[in-house]
């Protein structure tokens, strides 16, 4: 967790130059050198207010968490309220630009990897994994019964994490309308009428 006190254009500086490098270099060969040296910055920086790389990356991945619960929350904000807008504006924020950039998406696949072995970076995955799966339990439960509702929002969860997945392995440029008209298909086959 860096240290308070640390001024929010060096602190974004250095996430940025994270991102970067990650993109760059992939994890194993992003230095603190590197990414000290990409932010204009001293190495010192990054030991003192985060503790090291590992302290870093994981304020990397929270600052990528944070851009998407900002993009599924702005868009909630603007949708209607009843269900299916809500649960359209989740699968919208899940693939913002802020989430399906090149430098986005080899971000998270790194995170993703990287979870398997560290147990910060995999609480935090975990964590997100949570918040996705209860935004869209609570929406779809609003209109089914308890238990369809969580099979719908697994379901969900895993056609969002899944067409992610298989466009950023793709390679190109990310095709942001068919994942959306994908999981939008899937929302109307589980959604009765009425959730309009």
């Given at each position: 967790?860096?240290?308070?006190?640390?001024?929010?254009?060096?602190?974004?500086?250095?996430?940025?130059?994270?991102?970067?490098?990650?993109?760059?270099?992939?994890?194993?060969?992003?230095?603190?050198?590197?990414?000290?040296?990409?932010?204009?910055?001293?190495?010192?920086?990054?030991?003192?207010?985060?503790?090291?790389?590992?302290g870093?990356?994981?304020?990397?991945?929270?600052?990528?968490?944070?851009?998407?619960?900002?993009?599924?929350?702005?868009?909630?904000?603007?949708?209607?309220?009843?269900?299916?807008?809500?649960?359209?504006?989740?699968v919208?924020?899940?693939?913002?630009?802020?989430?399906v950039?090149?430098?986005?998406?080899?971000?998270?696949?790194?995170?993703?990897a990287?979870?398997?072995?560290?147990?910060?970076?995999?609480?935090?995955?975990?964590?997100?994994?949570?918040?996705?799966?209860?935004?869209?339990?609570?929406?779809?439960?609003?209109?089914?019964?308890?238990?369809?509702?969580?099979?719908?929002?697994?379901?969900?969860?895993?056609?969002?994490?899944?067409?992610?997945?298989?466009?950023?392995?793709?390679?190109?440029?990310?095709?942001?309308?068919?994942?959306?008209?994908?999981?939008?298909?899937?929302?109307?086959?589980?959604?009765?009428?009425?959730?309009?």
């Amino acid at each position: 967790m860096p240290k308070l006190g640390m001024p929010p254009i060096r602190r974004d500086q250095l996430i940025r130059a994270t991102f970067d490098t990650i993109d760059r270099v992939g994890l194993a060969d992003a230095t603190i050198a590197e990414i000290a040296g990409r932010a204009g910055l001293s190495t010192g920086i990054i030991s003192h207010y985060f503790g090291g790389k590992d302290g870093l990356l994981n304020a990397a991945m929270r600052q990528i968490l944070r851009d998407l619960r900002n993009a599924v929350a702005r868009r909630a904000v603007m949708a209607a309220p009843d269900p299916r807008s809500q649960l359209r504006a989740i699968v919208e924020g899940n693939f913002d630009p802020s989430q399906v950039s090149a430098t986005a998406m080899r971000v998270w696949l790194t995170f993703w990897a990287a979870s398997m072995h560290d147990a910060q970076l995999r609480r935090l995955q975990r964590a997100n994994d949570r918040r996705l799966y209860s935004n869209l339990s609570h929406q779809f439960q609003r209109v089914l019964p308890p238990e369809p509702a969580r099979t719908a929002a697994r379901g969900l969860a895993a056609m969002i994490d899944g067409l992610w997945l298989r466009g950023s392995l793709a390679g190109g440029e990310f095709d942001v309308a068919q994942a959306q008209r994908i999981a939008y298909e899937y929302l109307d086959q589980h959604l009765p009428e009425r959730a309009h």
